[in-house]
């Protein structure tokens, strides 16, 4: 296997439009994650209505596999709680890092980046967009968290 296989029509095909790109004006949560490896930068902002992720946005730069995965993770993280969408990430990081397991339709598009698993220096540019997320979760004093209802 090539790295040229990574770039599967569906990895492409989000790198080239990505989904969800742009930024929330008035996010709950909101960090930025740099991958110095790659030269990758994500930003990530999320809204929170109800206890669900109402909308996810993400902006950057960097090479096809980071902005490919942010982008898959703002469409599978949209309307799901926090705890599923940590719960995802995770799956995610098992995946791509060649954990055993059975990666199913809860996956989506992410599944085209399983064969990161064959190129570990890789797997930071593919998790960057999951654990910006995931640090934008931890910091507690998101501009809006406060109005946030349960
Ligand atoms: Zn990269």
Known sequence: MSLNDLFTEIILDHYQHPHNHG?????????????ESCGDDVQVSVLIKNGIIAD???????????QASASIMTDLVKGKSIEEAKKLASRFYDMVKGTEG???EEMGDAISLQGVAKFPVRVKCATLGWHTLEEAFAKNDGPNS???TK
């Open 23 to 35: 930024l929330i004006p008035n996010p709950t949560y909101s960090s930025r994650g740099f991958n």
């Open 146 to 148: 406060s109005e946030e």
């Open 56 to 66: 996810a946005r993400f902006s950057g730069a960097g090479c096809s596999i980071s």
């Open 102 to 104: 059975e990666y199913g």
